[in-house]
């Protein structure tokens, strides 16, 4: 005859069984919220003080008795009902707040402390402007604007590439950094809070070697328009000014302009004068 295996299993034992596969299989992942236990043991809920974040859930288990987990406010926010054992509830918390609970059958009390997670601050380089060209050696002065909505900013670094520039513990938030020489360069502003989060922005610039100033193609189209051509770099700034004896006091400012090529090409429509002189400067860095 065929051995057989005889196994008892009381009502409790087989609701408990019922209870871990239901918990196994309903259980979220870890991306919607940690877990955190509490156990009553000797009448007492073990932690007696929980602390979670915004979105975590709290699992009660008890082994021994009856007991519930309820809260204290006038309308429960949650109340698991007294139940004999084993028993286990979860309630997942979507708001922040100190929020006290009871066992109703037997007074014993428990807390749960629920915060917000930490928002980390803004930052923007709001000097200088994104694609800004500079003439080497160049000196460039970094500004930035930096807050926090759920705190405070404590200081604001300022990098070059990877090199430290400097550390600002307080607004206004500027550094300079001096001696660029040609080449493209990754400005970043990184702030940082109360609670340790930073949030970084970065703007690109580049640093050129000035063209020497030379004018050339001068040529009268009409008798009101005279053209001429002047050498200058993509993306610096340049002033054209006129004069009729080229004493200084009277030079006449006819343009300035961000030069979007080279040679970059200028027409007086307005040259009536005779004699007439022209002078192009490149501007200082901005």
């Given amino acids: 005859m065929t051995p057989h295996i005889h196994m008892k299993i009381s009502v409790n034992e087989l609701f408990l069984c019922l209870a871990i596969t239901f918990l196994s299989l309903a259980a979220p992942s870890r991306s919607l919220g940690a877990t955190a236990s509490v156990s009553v043991i000797n009448f007492a809920f073990v932690p007696a003080t929980t602390n979670i974040a915004v979105g975590d859930r709290v699992i009660w288990t008890w082994g021994s008795g009856f007991h519930s987990t309820t809260s204290t406010d006038a309308t429960p926010l949650w109340d698991s009902g007294l139940h004999p054992t084993p028993y286990a509830y979860t309630n997942t918390f979507n708001s922040a707040g100190s929020f006290p609970y009871v066992c109703t059958i037997h007074g014993f009390t428990g807390t749960v402390n629920v915060v917000a997670p930490n928002l980390p601050p803004s930052v923007t380089l709001t000097n200088p402007v994104a694609g800004t060209v500079f003439a ?128 970059m090409t200028f027409i007086d429509t307005n040259a009536v004068a005779n004699p007439g002189f022209y002078r192009v400067g490149r501007l200082p860095n901005p």
Avoid at 145 to 170: M, R
Avoid at 192 to 204: F, K
């Fill in 136 to 263: 080497a050696p160049a000196n460039v002065t970094l500004w930035a604007t930096a807050t926090d909505s759920d705190g405070t900013v404590t200081n604001v670094q300022f990098l070059v590439g990877t090199n430290l520039v400097a550390n600002v513990a307080t607004a206004p938030f500027t550094a300079t950094t001096n001696n660029l020489a040609a080449g493209s360069y990754t400005l970043s502003a990184i702030a940082s809070d109360n609670l340790g989060a930073t949030a970084t922005n970065t703007v690109s610039i580049s640093v050129v070697t000035p063209v020497p100033l030379t004018v050339g193609a001068q040529q009268r189209l009409s008798s009101t328009n005279f053209q001429f051509n002047y050498a200058a770099n993509v993306g610096l700034s340049y002033i054209v000014q006129c004069s009729t004896n080229l004493l200084t006091p009277s030079w006449t400012t006819l343009v300035t302009n961000l030069a979007t090529s080279n040679p």
